[in-house]
């Protein structure tokens, strides 16, 4: 650990990704539409077939083929941020916006999910997520909080042992998405991104089983290691993440240590570009959930 630290220390720290390329422009009340909409289909992009997106002359692959896909939909039809249109998505609907080379995984998971998340803004929060931010104060833990509550695709909570472990990823990641598409924007950003975890999803423990941080049973390799599927909520999937977290909790204050002031949520980003480095050959493993 305290090695992998140490190495992280000594390269360049990357907290968002570094181009504009996929970054919404738009006024406040605009980005935090589009941010809570990207996040709430934020999840399982692993698929047999792959999944491809053209836009902006480039090709984009998993969470990037979904903004991707959003955006050009926004670009398209405006009235793709409002949350009346997405209380009235269709199948054909979202079979239109995710079109690409292959299919993204779950549509019919994404359309209950963005019929949801509609209904949910409309009826609680005015249709705008902004009111959500304004009535946290812009704090971002607390923003997560009202997230996991209010909209029950985003309440991210297993149970072990009989009591609850809270991981609320996407919670957070929209939280972190919404600070920096609004200081892309030039807006003022959010506070209390300090009290943020790092994203249990599925890269982060295969990063930490590639560098030794974490270490699988053999029944649990060889379920990995085979691609073969862990259920969602099982003690080995929550343990996977529950570790993940604790891991990269124990990074933030090496790095700390070594001078390198950086939240969890910052290094986050670094983590997962590392996980999906050829350098890490290990299988990331699978679990079908809407969860991340």
Known sequence: MQRFAAELFEAPLISGPEDDALLFRGDRAACANFCLLCDALNFCFWSEGGWEVEFGGRKWT???AMIASILKAVAADREWLDANRWRQTTSDDVQRIFAGSGAIPLP?????????TGEVLLDRFGGQF????????SHAARIADVIADAFPSFCDVAQHSGAPVSFLKRAQICVAD???????NGLDGLCGLLQLTVFADYRLPQLFRHIGA???????????????EIEAGSPQEVELRAATIWIG????????RLGHDIDAWEL?????????????????????????
């Open 178 to 184: 919404i600070h920096r598409t609004f200081r892309g």
């Open 214 to 228: 974490i270490v699988l049973t053999p029944e649990l390799a060889a379920t990995v290691d085979d691609e073969q």
């Open 249 to 256: 909790d124990r990074l933030v204050r090496e790095l700390k």
């Open 130 to 137: 902004v009111n959500v931010i304004d009535g946290a104060q």
């Open 62 to 64: 998993r969470t990037y």
């Open 268 to 292: 986050d980003y670094t983590l997962w570009l590392r996980a999906r480095s050829p350098k890490v050959t290990e299988p990331h493993h699978r679990t079908l959930t809407t969860y991340y």
């Open 108 to 116: 019919e998971h994404r359309r209950d999910i963005m019929v949801e």
